[in-house]
């Protein structure tokens, strides 16, 4: 067999989107690095050069998709001209940026998906989380907002929303809905008038 080389990160790549392509199609626990490399074509030692472990493969693939999501999110997030108030109500939510017909995305939102669906919103969060610090900062140095401690306030802002958005008796605009009305009824109370 001849043997095929390619650029690191492109290898990279590649043993990334074939572990979430077996990982979705025959469950986490059933999949072996052995899997992945003979799906591959390859070596199993070549996976192990670029990951050391199923689960350091498996959280690099979650940290690369919440990556994703977050740059959707912060085309808006990182809009400097907005106020605070029009970033809220020009945020798109999370079923726009979440929605693609990826292996990851239906390995994290198919049946079988919580626990890694969970995983994939605390990565999303602490992703979010200096993005939310930082804008909270400038629409406090800009005077639109009275508050001590942007930090906290943008803590509770991102994580504190997974509790709405884990309530999947409801739908995702709905839900969408909430958080936005809750966001803005509390920069009301922040707002120098």
């Known amino acids: 067999m001849q043997r095929i080389t390619k ?9 990334l989107d074939t572990a979430i392509r077996l990982f979705y199609e025959n469950g986490y626990e059933k999949t072996s ?9 390859v070596a199993q030692g070549l996976c192990y050069r670029y990951f050391p472990s199923k689960e350091a493969l498996f959280d690099t693939a979650i940290d690369q998709y919440a990556q994703l999501v977050v740059d959707r999110y912060c085309s808006i997030l990182k809009r400097g001209e907005l ?7 020009q945020m798109s939510g999370f079923p726009d940026a979440e929605t693609d017909d990826s292996f990851t995305y239906k390995l994290c939102h198919g049946p079988e998906g919580r626990k890694t669906h969970n995983q994939l919103s605390m990565c999303i969060c602490s992703k979010l989380f200096p993005i939310v610090t930082e804008l909270l900062r400038s629409a406090k140095e800009k005077g639109e907002i009275r508050l001590e401690d942007p930090e906290t306030a943008a803590s509770f802002c991102v ?13 995702g605009e709905e839900r969408v809905k909430r958080l936005k009305a809750f966001f803005l ?9």
Do not use: C, F, W
């Not at 650029?7 to 990279?12: G, L, N, Q, S, T």
């Not at 690095?33 to 074509?41: K, R, S, V, Y």
């Not at 929303?161 to 739908?171: A, P």
């Open 83 to 89: 106020t605070l108030k029009q970033v809220i109500e």
């Open 159 to 171: 994580y504190g929303q997974l509790g709405i958005l884990l309530q999947t008796e409801l739908d």
């Open 185 to 193: 009824e509390i920069l009301s109370l922040l707002e120098i008038h």
């Open 33 to 41: 690095i052995t899997d992945i490399a003979n799906a591959m074509h």
């Open 7 to 15: 650029a690191p990160e492109e290898r990279r790549q590649e043993i």
